[in-house]
């Protein structure tokens, strides 16, 4: 995939998937801009980070104003960042930790894409892909909070998708299964809980967040003009086993 020449704004940059996906962006010519509330330890000449916090839209507001100023446009946005749940019943949470969820995991998503689509509808062209998860579909007990903020980012990229459809922008979302990441390590580590998960999934093991980067690139690409909307499960199989 060629990206040389387009400008994608990252965001998650710092760690797992956010990563994955800025390391296959800059191997494949993109310069890339990487959001993240943490520092970043990337290096490379085509790549420019922004400490920023996605749920402040002062902070967004300033920060795509000024790539757009030194880049002249932006191409592409990967909404990677985000965080998992507090782990417990729906009716133990409290307001603070069901909104931080929701604020991190979908509003931030709304904020970032609203500015930057703003940008690329000067352009009529551009392309937004959504991290989603296998838990907008499939659920277990004590995840409300995350699910529901995963569920809204699908129903989110359709309705952007279809907002956006003048514009020549597409919205898409993947959702990873399993994968190894900053968010995952700990749980992975523990032999007897990487045992029980890969016994679940089809494919038999944990994804490497390179597999999913790679799937947010092919939907960055000129490769998906015609897919909108859309949410690809990227899970060795995990949903269709349920
Ligand atoms: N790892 C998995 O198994 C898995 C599965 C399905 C979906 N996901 C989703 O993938 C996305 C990426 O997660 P990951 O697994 O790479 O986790 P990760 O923790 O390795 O990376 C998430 C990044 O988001 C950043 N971030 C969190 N809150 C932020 C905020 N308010 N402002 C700016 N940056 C913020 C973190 O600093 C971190 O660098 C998340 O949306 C997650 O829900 C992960």
Not at 120 to 138: E, L, Q
């Amino acid at each position: 995939m060629d990206f040389k020449g387009k400008v994608i704004v990252v965001t998650g940059a710092s760690s797992g998937i956010g990563k994955s996906t800025a390391e296959l962006l800059l191997e494949n010519g993109a310069a890339v801009i990487g959001l993240d509330k943490n520092e970043s330890s990337m290096q490379h000449e085509r790549y420019r980070h922004y400490c920023l916090d996605i749920r402040n839209e002062q902070q967004i507001v300033s920060i795509v104003n000024e790539v757009e100023n030194l880049y002249g446009r932006i191409d592409g946005l990967a909404n990677c960042a985000g965080i998992y749940s507090n782990s417990k019943p729906f009716f133990e949470l409290s307001f603070e930790e069901w909104d931080n969820v929701i604020s991190t995991n979908l509003t931030g998503i709304f904020l970032l894409s609203k500015h930057i689509a703003g940008k690329m509808m000067k352009n009529k062209a551009g392309k937004i892909i959504n991290i989603s998860c296998i838990r907008s579909r499939i659920f277990r007990p004590e995840m409300a909070d995350y699910a529901a903020s995963k569920g809204g980012v699908v129903a989110l990229t359709a309705a952007m998708a279809l907002d956006l459809k003048d514009y020549n922008i597409q919205v898409n979302s993947v959702a990873p299964g399993f994968t190894y990441t900053g968010m995952t390590a700990e749980s992975f580590n523990d032999a007897q809980i990487r045992e029980f998960s890969e016994s679940i999934i089809p494919a038999g093991r944990i994804a490497d967040p390179k597999e999913i980067a790679k799937v947010v690139l092919f939907l960055l690409s000129d490769l998906s003009t015609y897919i909108n909307g859309e949410t690809i499960f990227v899970d060795g199989g995990f949903k269709i086993s349920k």
